[in-house]
């Protein structure tokens, strides 16, 4: 166990400062690839809507001060020349901030207010407090100044254009103190925590909260991975409460714009979080399943205030749930085990029943979407399409009904499962290996081609299950993939090939993940090891982003994704045991 400490220091433009359980951080960035010259209070109720805007002022002055932002997990500081303003979160709800030498301007992110949209502002006659309430949150945001005073007030109550908000400025002391707190209508006067009343007693609150979970999910961390604890709070600091459709705490995808869950996202985040966070793991794998359809089908994605059913996302569960069980400190219950099985088993029988055609032996995605892999060569042809990788995953989670059934004492139901995986991979190899290489063949025409897509190489996921023929001859493909920085998702002399192409070239921690995971399984240790210290590497130099441009290693899309920090967590640590607890097996 560490002592508490600040943590580690990031950029705010391309990590969120936010606190475990908060709907909304402070950033600059307001919308997708969109960048505010200040920072902004961003909630993501309802979407992810920039509220208020916060502008340091020179104390002598009263003039915009060009400040050096600075920020740590417990800490965001505006630093000037004559002082400084410090931002912590007090609670999930409320930040506190003080000020010494500097001042603070805090309005609303958009000037226009219509009878359906923006932010309307007000003093609250009941407490003193200033109230913004947000049309497109549905929520309020309440600053109450607990020292210093209120230089300048504009806009209160009014409509149509303009700006609205209130400038905070030391008195006599020196010094300011202020409270902002997100809302749903009303709440008693802000009043600090008797436990931490004063901002040094709250920031040091904050550093203790992180440093327990750092050590909780990344206990085995050492100075060969310097990217832990950073990829620690990128999780710590995208949780959010349960509330509204967010049945469980929720690791967002991020608290930038990809502020959703999506179902097959959440599984490397549930994998990351078992061993340390064994409740908040269990909780990341199941969320999606709480929105299970009547057809067994997951939805596309969940976030606050909408569940989306307009595709699904691959069947990566069985595969999950089978590292997951081992993973988890504690084994499951029964009756966890019995409601496990019975949603698995459901979204199961949706592959087998409503994506399998009459008299095919496999299933099919509708949409390259469906695949998690939106826009991958494999789809250009036709998107309708039954591909090697959906029948690996569906062949694994079949076997992990097989190994729940038996856990539950039937029997029978394990051998039918069983032998439902054995037939879907012996369909695979006979309908899709040439010999050389998965092919897709299209649903409607009937007609087969290759492409230069990693994904038609995600068989190799089936590890031990593999013949070995087909498995040496997937890490051979697989490796002329690997570019210095790690996977590239098309190969790059591929005339499809785009550094910034979505799932046409660019490295993902998902792809990643899995494939090092089959490729240690069916016994090619040496690449599989060249993948995790490139990817690693890769993380430690250019952080977490969505995903990477495969040949500069440049950080691509959103710059603070979960999955990509859990993908870390998960590589670090098996490469630290590795090297603690020296592998039987010779390389190769």
């Known amino acids: ?121 007000y003093r609250d006659p009941v407490d003193g407090a200033y109230v913004f309430t947000s049309y497109e949150t549905g929520r309020r945001h309440r600053i109450t100044v607990l020292s210093g005073a209120v230089a300048e007030v504009s806009g209160s109550q009014a409509l149509g254009s303009g700006e609205r908000g209130l400038t905070v400025t030391a008195d006599a002391g020196g010094v300011w103190e202020a409270a902002v707190e997100e809302l749903n209508s009303a709440r008693r006067p802000y009043t600090s925590s008797g436990t931490f009343a004063t901002f040094g007693q709250i920031v040091a609150a904050a550093e203790r909260a992180f440093s327990a979970f750092a050590d909780a999910v990344a206990a085995w961390r050492s100075s060969g991975t310097p990217a832990a604890e950073l990829a620690a709070y990128v ?83 069985g595969w999950t749930l089978a590292h997951l069980r081992r993973r988890l400190s504690e084994p499951l219950d029964r009756m966890e085990l019995t409601e496990t099985y019975r949603r698995l088993r459901r979204w199961t029988d949706f592959w087998l029943t409503a994506r399998r055609a009459p008299g095919a032996a496999l299933p099919h995605y509708q949409h390259g979407n469906d695949s998690g892999w939106d826009n991958a060569t494999t789809f250009d042809p036709e998107r309708m399409v039954v591909t090697a990788d959906l029948a690996a995953f569906l062949a694994l989670q079949l076997r992990e009904l097989a190994d729940l059934a038996t856990d539950l004492g039937l029997p029978e139901e394990a051998h039918r499962w069983t032998r439902t995986a054995e037939a879907t991979q012996a369909a695979m ?6 010999g050389e290489r998965f092919v897709a063949r299209g649903v409607d025409s009937a007609e087969t081609w290759s492409s230069s897509s990693l994904l038609d190489l995600m068989p190799v996921v089936l590890g031990e299950h593999l013949p070995v023929s087909v498995a040496a001859a997937l890490a051979a493909r697989i490796e002329a993939h690997l570019t210095p920085h790690g996977l590239a998702t098309e190969l790059p002399a591929s005339p499809h090939y785009r550094p910034d192409g979505y799932w046409r070239g660019p490295i993902w921690a998902p792809a990643t993940v899995l494939i090092e995971d089959g490729l240690r399984r069916s016994g090619h240790h040496r690449l599989a090891d060249e993948i995790s210290a490139r990817f690693r590497a890769l993380c430690e130099s250019h952080g977490f982003a969505e995903n990477f441009d495969a040949l500069t290693g440049k950080g691509l899309r959103d710059r603070a994704y979960t999955w990509t920090a859990s993908s870390y967590l998960l590589l670090a640590e098996a490469h630290e045991l590795r090297h603690a607890v020296p592998a039987a097996h010779p390389g190769r």
């Open 1 to 121: 166990m560490t002592a508490a400490r600040p943590g580690p220091a990031f950029s705010v433009h391309d990590i969120p400062f936010s606190t475990h359980g908060s709907w909304f951080d402070i950033s600059p960035v307001v919308a997708e690839k969109t960048y505010a010259d200040d920072l902004h209070l961003v909630s993501h109720q309802n979407g992810m809507h920039a509220v208020l805007r916060f502008v340091p002022l020179d104390a002598a002055t009263g003039d915009r001060a060009e400040t050096r932002v600075e920020a740590t997990p417990s800490l965001l500081s505006w630093i000037h020349r004559g002082g400084r303003i410090g931002c912590a979160y007090e609670s999930p709800d409320t930040v506190r901030l003080r000020g010494e030498g500097l001042g603070l301007r805090i309005t609303a992110a958009a000037e226009a207010l219509t009878p359906f949209t923006g932010t309307y502002f």
């Open 235 to 317: 999780l710590w600091s995208a949780t959010v409460r349960p509330t509204a459709l967010v049945t469980r705490p929720a690791v967002l995808m991020s608290k930038h714009w990809m502020d959703k869950v999506w179902s097959w996202d959440h599984c490397f985040n549930a994998l990351a979080l078992a061993p340390g966070a064994p409740t908040l793991a269990w909780d990341q794998f199941s969320l999606p399943f709480d929105h299970q359809d009547e057809s067994g089908a997951l939805p596309d994605s969940v976030t606050h205030s909408e569940v989306l059913h307009n595709f699904v996302k691959p069947p990566i569960h």
């Open 429 to 434: 190899l006979d309908e899709l290996w040439t």
